[in-house]
């Protein structure tokens, strides 16, 4: 029997574990604890957000690291495959695939992504990007593609016609080709797996509002995290469309306050990858258009402590607090990453779960 997909589930605040798959996870850093994303490790976090009741976990999609004396998030577990084998070990979570739409084609992606939906019984989840790391392009031989989202739509089209139609498709657009296609079985999720988009710039953010559920943003100040949720608001209402906004963050929380910003120090700034810091920043500046421009003039920390992310830093009640500002300012949902996930997600979701269900943000 298909669940119904946790994004869609009753709470008001939807929580995730974001890039797990990746060594160090969001986390540039040296600290003999960094996460390695060894397979046991992932299938361990997944289970306790599982448990917990967390709503999704989320991969990122790397090809290549970013350097640095760890060659941080080079090694990292290919998303369909990852989301398949967790999906066999955890009972409620959401998971979801993050594809490069240059690099993957649609054929294939709808029919990776129905057997994953299949084995989950309605559970997968599609994470649509563009890619923005020529250095990855370059490993598969591909330039990276000047008006990306227009081969995002034709790409997002193409599957969800092969699911739609009983027929074989024939498809010609700008990007793709197809004769007689067919992908069967469709998802089981109608029309199509629940589908997010992690896009900043006015392209992306288009391309969001009329073709995913949701989109997911950064933002840098709190009294900024308002703006965006209006952005893609004014974009979907445009459209016709209703998209939910997420954000991502990262997470250090400890029984007191001097705990917590004495640890952030420690592994994002005193024992920082400072070389693949610098690489991450200066080929995301250059390329990306994930962050405000400011942000990484004046947030080092944040990238060696997240990649850019807002930072939760501070007691359950503090980090608490934060959340349900974000949730104040329109975000219906936050992905978290920690430096160790199995060893620090335990006391998160054991000390602000029932802080958040006491604030009436989640029924458990």
């Not at 577990?77 to 990852?82: A, G, H, M």
């Not at 989202?149 to 092969?162: G, S, V």
């Not at 997240?306 to 219906?332: F, V």
């Not at 160790?340 to 029924?363: M, S, W």
Request: proline share 5%.
């Amino acid at each position: 029997m298909m669940k119904t997909h946790p994004l869609h589930g009753p709470n008001k605040l939807k929580l995730g574990v974001f890039s797990t798959n990746a060594d160090g996870g969001l986390a540039i850093t040296d600290v003999p604890e960094r996460w390695t994303a060894n397979w046991q490790d992932n299938l361990t976090a997944a289970q306790i957000a599982d448990r917990a009741g967390l709503e999704f976990m989320l991969p990122i999609a790397r090809w290549r690291g970013f350097g640095g004396r760890n060659k941080v998030r080079e090694w990292s577990f290919e998303t369909f495959t990852w989301a398949a084998a967790l999906s066999m070990a955890t009972e409620q979570i959401g998971l979801f695939m993050t594809v490069h739409v240059p690099l993957v084609h649609p054929l294939y992606a709808a029919k990776a992504l129905a057997t994953v939906d299949h084995i989950s019984q309605g559970r997968a989840g599609l994470n649509i990007v563009c890619g923005w790391n020529p250095k990855e392009f370059g490993m598969f031989g591909t330039p990276l593609v000047e008006k990306g989202y227009d081969q995002a739509a034709e790409w997002i089209e193409i599957l969800e016609r092969l699911y739609a139609s009983g027929e074989p498709l024939d498809y010609e657009g700008t990007y793709y080709r197809l004769k007689e296609a067919v992908s069967r079985p469709a998802s089981l999720q109608v029309p199509r797996p629940v589908t997010m988009n992690a896009a900043f710039g006015g392209p992306g953010r288009d391309f969001a509002a009329a073709r995913c559920d949701y989109l997911f943003t950064t933002f840098s100040e709190m009294s900024d995290a308002g703006k965006h949720v209006a952005d893609i608001r004014e974009r979907a209402d445009k459209v016709g469309r209703d998209v939910g906004v997420y954000t991502v963050a990262h997470v250090v929380c400890r029984p007191t306050m001097e705990e917590a910003q004495a640890y952030y120090a420690r592994y994002a700034v005193d024992m920082a990858d400072h070389d693949a810091v610098d690489a991450h920043m200066v080929g995301k500046k250059e390329f990306s258009q994930s962050h405000d421009p400011h942000a990484y003039d004046r947030y080092r920390q944040r990238f060696a402590g997240g990649a850019g992310s807002y930072p939760l830093i501070g007691t359950p009640e503090t980090i608490a607090a934060d959340m349900a500002a974000i949730a104040g300012h329109g975000y219906q949902g936050i992905a978290l990453s920690f430096v160790n996930y199995t060893q620090e997600l335990p006391y998160f979701c054991d000390h602000v779960l029932p802080i958040l269900k006491k604030a009436g943000l989640r029924l458990w």
